[in-house]
């Protein structure tokens, strides 16, 4: 505490980002990473980025990346938002959409810089228990509120709703703004962004750090209707004209626009996925379903902060949460299939 703090400061609880440690031959599983690299193109832009122009400002539209993020999803370029990472995203989306006299709604265990931006912008709220099997009951958002946001799929547990239920959702809130987190959509959900065409409160976020493998880069963008998109840029242009250096909008850009790297390491990580759960059942694990890059886990016999333990003194690092509800379970992002059977390896000595 200090005497020059504002008075705000003092009532703040900061988000914990996940330990980025220095462990040798570390097997990093827990802030979900995508194991491969980006995009080899991706690569020679950020490249071509720095060794040509990095004495000018950048372009504080990010014309170009907005229309190849367009161009993908079928929208018109004046829909697309983009900023540093998605958390920026979904701030500028707090502070412009989320702040009503009703309170916001989220899911009680979900991301947790919900909570945090709300302390940060004084966004009363209400947190919607999930069910007893960690799913979401969108019956329990047929309520008064201001707002509405929902990772889908959710995290921690990864588990996802169709899109069919997410318009329901929507649909059933036309007098309220509807945002959507789909950081993970892309191993395994069905994206609402189709839907934003529909519904003009209508939100979707989404973020290049894990399924384009630029978690370092900190690239994240917003598709709606146009007056959301407004909201958010009237926002960011009070706060930062510049969110997105040159290097990060080259690099973004070519990230999108590679397909077919895109399809062929997403579709590596769900294969692994795959293969980690059924090794986690055959030990005996409760495995949640997950659409996302890792999988939540507990085991019957073991408290989950003994598990983790057990694994980083095997070099190990996975996310472990001292929270109710979910405190004996592991969040295991995917890693390369020679990590994946590192982790096995490990637990087999530990349960």
């Keep these: 505490m200090s005497k020059f703090w504002s008075p705000i400061v003092s009532t703040l609880k900061p988000y914990v980002a996940g330990e980025q440690p220095r462990i040798a031959d570390l097997v990093k599983l827990n802030t979900n990473e995508n194991p491969y690299g980006p995009s080899p193109k991706a690569i020679t832009a950020m490249q071509d980025a720095v060794s040509d122009s990095l004495r000018l400002y950048p372009d504080p539209t990010a014309l170009t990346l907005r229309q190849a993020i367009a161009g993908t999803y079928g929208v018109e370029t004046d829909e697309v938002f983009v900023g540093n990472g998605s958390d920026e995203v979904l701030a500028h989306a707090f502070a412009a959409l989320l702040k009503h006299d009703m309170p916001l709604l989220y899911p009680d265990i979900t991301y947790s810089f919900y909570p945090t931006y709300c302390g940060l912008f004084g966004i009363e709220a209400i947190e919607v228990p999930l069910r007893e099997d960690f799913t979401v009951d969108l019956s329990d958002y047929d309520r008064p509120c201001g707002a509405i946001i929902l990772p889908n799929p959710n995290a921690p547990t990864g588990i996802g709703l169709p899109i069919a239920a997410i318009e329901a959702l929507v649909a059933a809130h036309p007098d309220q703004p509807v945002v959507i987190?789909?950081?993970?959509?892309?191993?395994?959900?069905?994206?609402?962004?189709?839907?934003?065409?529909?519904?003009?409160?209508?939100?979707?976020?989404?973020?290049?750090?894990?399924?384009?493998?630029?978690?370092?880069?900190?690239?994240?963008?917003?598709?709606?209707?146009?007056?959301?998109?407004?909201?958010?840029?009237?926002?960011?242009?009070?706060?930062?004209?510049?969110?997105?250096?040159?290097?990060?909008?080259?690099?973004?850009?070519?990230?999108?626009?590679?397909?077919?790297?895109?399809?062929?390491?997403?579709?590596?990580?769900?294969?692994?996925?795959?293969?980690?759960?059924?090794?986690?059942?055959?030990?005996?694990?409760?495995?949640?379903?997950?659409?996302?890059?890792?999988?939540?886990?507990?085991?019957?016999?073991?408290?989950?902060?003994?598990?983790?333990?057990?694994?980083?003194?095997?070099?190990?690092?996975?996310?472990?949460?001292?929270?109710?509800?979910?405190?004996?379970?592991?969040?295991?992002?995917?890693?390369?299939?020679?990590e994946c059977d590192r982790l096995v390896a490990a637990l087999d000595e530990i349960v």
């Design 181 to 338: 987190d789909e950081a993970y959509i892309d191993f395994g959900g069905e994206s609402a962004i189709s839907l934003t065409r529909k519904y003009d409160n209508l939100l979707v976020v989404h973020t290049l750090s894990k399924s384009r493998s630029l978690a370092g880069l900190r690239v994240g963008y917003a598709i709606g209707q146009r007056p959301l998109i407004d909201a958010l840029e009237r926002v960011k242009d009070s706060f930062n004209s510049y969110p997105l250096d040159r290097v990060a909008q080259a690099g973004a850009t070519a990230a999108i626009e590679d397909v077919v790297w895109f399809d062929e390491t997403r579709g590596k990580v769900i294969q692994s996925r795959e293969r980690v759960t059924g090794a986690l059942r055959q030990r005996g694990f409760e495995v949640l379903p997950s659409q996302a890059n890792f999988v939540f886990a507990r085991h019957p016999d073991h408290r989950g902060a003994d598990i983790a333990k057990g694994l980083r003194e095997r070099a190990v690092l996975v996310r472990h949460f001292a929270k109710p509800r979910i405190s004996d379970f592991l969040r295991i992002t995917i890693g390369t299939p020679e």
